[in-house]
């Protein structure tokens, strides 16, 4: 195939990538993970703020290259897409194209395009590369650091220029290290990845020791650079032990390990090894579960390429017990599957140890490698009939003909990208993003009820939620396209009364107010009904007004359920405490919690505690001067006690302080009316 077809095959290949994975950006997922949200709205925001560093403490803790880059898309296109979205978009595409150069570095060219082709349309592929995760990051790191170590690795030492020649070969070694180090800058799996080169230089010292002893020097140096640059992030982690939870969360095959029970990680291997034609990843979150990487006759062509690179790997053994020398092509051969042997067990290995096994996520650094193996009997075959067929050709007119070869790489490069779409587009874009888990995952209904109110240009109402940290909020003010204002509160507990207009119903949940709530014309927003909401109370003849704006307008025991009903107005706009973003979990030693909340108490007549339950089960922050609510406190005294007085107020859990009424006093004490 002439180097023009190679380029423009290649330019095809690269649009594909890049149309597949920005059709539809803003709608698939189909929704907001929180994951997602996390990882751009708090962690890439510090560096928009400021606040650099090797390593963020946030959600178990990150490493900080992708949120550094991903700042710069945030900063650009702001929180939508756009911003938290096409960055992943982008190294999926460089992935793309570094896979084609990498596979051609280790085979040939047609095993480089068939590898590029079939991943720019996968499965495995679109699903990190349409997100705002910092795993997709791993592989065009990876993908340098192979590439470049490779061209220091082949390169040979001129008679002419041999300086000049070992300069660049230790420039080459220096920039695969440099590549290895930004790599254990992005995801955890990437600290693995100087073992590979570790192994891979073992195995050329043992079998091609000529060749090691030329080059041993630059890849010492590689090495060291990777371990100076890895230098703060040790220091970081040292100093921070706590930040690495997730680690030691996830790693529960090597805990049982390590406690003599070794079945987890033996069905962890099991799974892992399959998830490349019977079994896979078994999360919602970013699979089908248990959806193999390959099926039919993908699997089949997937393993005879693992089998073809350990046949390589093992060549020069088998040449060393016939006393017969390697030529340089079987060489390179053995040295490139090697390396692609290790590289793929290697970069599978966390699915190994991990939970869950044959984790999509854990295993990415694995992905370029697979899709080599994938493609490389394929273009072992097409460079078999090249060698055969090479004056062969295809004459359409006196002036158009094409090498056959080249016809046989288009037929079989389309025949191939076209098998893995079928498969892998419909399960990606139709099956995936439409089961129910995923979009309870991705918050498809919150995004369905943004949807209504662009549509209908909705500007005052609420929506129901379980207030489990600000995400659902998030999630709904991305896809907001004007000026509206949701309030957020929790049924199980409170009902909003003004406005009087509610996206309700969903979660399903117990409901404090069910008759409360009545339908607006059947109309609908994913599992959300559009109601209005209404509420008969008894209010004080004067609210009792707080110095935050808030005014306590009825408090009424029910002596039956023992349920305190409080009903409250903002008054005036509210004074509240300062509520930053916080990831979930949380950096060690920063709270998290809420920063407002109601305390309902049951008194005796000597003033003895009895019950108490204390929330706020209407998000403060989402809250406008006028908006009115109610919301229950389940107070139950002790068998045979009996309750003389109420007791409520505002305090602010994260200090204990209390918020004073206007007159000055902490708490509210109402007198029950005897039953006597």
């Keep these: 195939m002439s180097k023009r077809m190679t380029q423009w095959l290649m330019v095809l290949i690269l649009l594909l990538a890049f149309g597949v994975r920005t059709w539809q950006i803003q709608e698939m997922p189909p929704g907001w993970r929180d994951d997602e949200l996390i990882n751009s709205l708090v962690i890439s925001q510090k560096v928009l703020d400021g606040d650099w560093a090797v390593y963020y403490s946030d959600a178990s803790g990150h490493e900080a290259l992708y949120h550094a880059l991903n700042a710069g898309m945030l900063g650009l296109f702001g929180p ?16 793309v194209g570094l896979t084609f150069r990498v596979g051609k570095q280790l085979a040939n060219v047609p095993t480089g395009l068939i590898a590029a082709a079939t991943l720019s349309v996968s499965f ?43 300069r660049h070969s230790i420039v080459r070694f220096l920039t695969a290290g440099l590549f290895i180090g930004l790599g254990i800058y992005t995801y955890f799996a990437s600290r693995g990845v100087p ?31 990777t371990a100076v640059m890895s230098i703060p992030l040790i220091q970081t982690l040292q100093n921070q032990p706590e930040s690495e939870a997730r680690v030691a969360e996830l790693a529960v095959p090597i805990v049982e390990a ?47 390429g693992v089998l073809i690179v350990v046949w390589d790997a093992i060549l020069p053994l088998i040449k060393k017990f016939q006393k017969q020398e390697l030529s340089i092509s079987q060489e390179h051969k053995s040295f490139a599957g090697a390396f692609l042997f290790a590289w793929w067990l290697a970069g599978i290995s966390p699915g190994f140890i991990s939970v869950p096994p044959a984790s999509l996520g854990h295993t990415i650094l694995a992905q370029p490698a697979v899709f080599i193996l994938l493609a490389l009997p394929v273009g072992r075959a097409i460079h078999l009939f090249k060698k055969r067929n090479m004056e062969s050709q295809i004459r359409l007119s006196d002036t158009i003909s ?73 999630a709904l003010s991305i896809d907001l396209e004007h000026d509206a204002r949701p309030r957020w509160y929790d049924p199980q507990r409170a009902v909003l009364l003004s406005p009087n207009v509610s996206f309700s119903g969903y979660p399903d949940v117990p409901v404090a107010y069910s008759e409360a709530f009545d339908s607006v014309d059947g109309i609908r927003a994913g599992y959300y009904a559009l109601s209005q909401t209404s509420y008969n109370f008894e209010p004080f003849e004067s609210p009792v007004c707080f110095e935050n704006g808030f005014c306590a307008t009825e408090a009424h025991l029910d002596p039956a359920t023992n349920q305190l009903t409080l009903g409250w107005v903002v008054e005036r706009p509210l004074t509240l405490p300062p509520n930053p973003l916080i990831s979930n979990p949380p950096p060690p030693g920063v709270y998290s919690g809420p920063r407002l909340a109601v305390f309902g108490q049951l008194l005796d007549e000597n003033d003895i505690f009895l019950s108490g339950d204390d929330g706020l089960w209407v998000d403060p922050y989402t809250l406008y001067e006028g908006d009115a609510f109610v919301q229950q406190h389940w107070l139950v005294p002790p068998d045979g006690s009996s309750a003389k007085f109420i007791l409520f107020g505002m305090y602010d859990p994260m200090t204990g302080t209390r918020i004073l009424t206007v007159d000055g006093v902490d708490h509210v004490r109402i007198e029950l009316e005897s039953n006597e």
């Design 258 to 304: 390590q406690a003599g029970n070794f079945e987890p990680l033996q069905h962890h291997v099991i799974v892992t090894l399959s998830m490349f034609h019977n079994d896979g990843d078994d999360e919602w979150l970013y699979n089908i579960p248990h959806r193999p990487v390959f099926q039919g006759i993908m699997s089949l062509l997937f393993w005879i």
């Design 402 to 474: 094409f090498n056959l070869t080249t016809v046989v790489i288009v037929i079989g490069l389309f025949g191939l990208t076209t098998t893995i779409a079928f498969r892998d587009w419909q399960d990606y874009f139709e099956v995936w993003s439409e089961r129910g888990l995923v979009r309870f995952l991705y918050r498809a209904d919150i995004r369905d009820v943004s949807d209504y109110v662009n549509e209908n240009e909705l500007a005052d109402f609420g929506v129901t939620g379980l207030l489990a940290g600000p995400w659902d909020k998030l």
């Design 124 to 166: 495995w592929s679109l699903m990190y590369s349409r997100i705002g995760l910092r795993h997709i990051l791993t592989p065009p790191l990876m993908l340098g650091a192979v590439f470049f170590f490779m061209m220091a690795w082949q390169s040979q030492q001129s008679n002419a220029t041999p300086q000049n020649s070992k």
């Design 195 to 225: 073992l590979i080169f570790v192994a891979i230089l073992g195995y050329g010292a043992i079998f091609m020791w000529p060749r090691f002893k030329q080059h041993w020097q630059g890849a010492l140096l590689m090495f060291v650079l």
């Design 80 to 95: 939508n897409a756009m911003g938290i979205r096409l960055l992943s978009v982008f190294l999926g595409v460089i992935t």
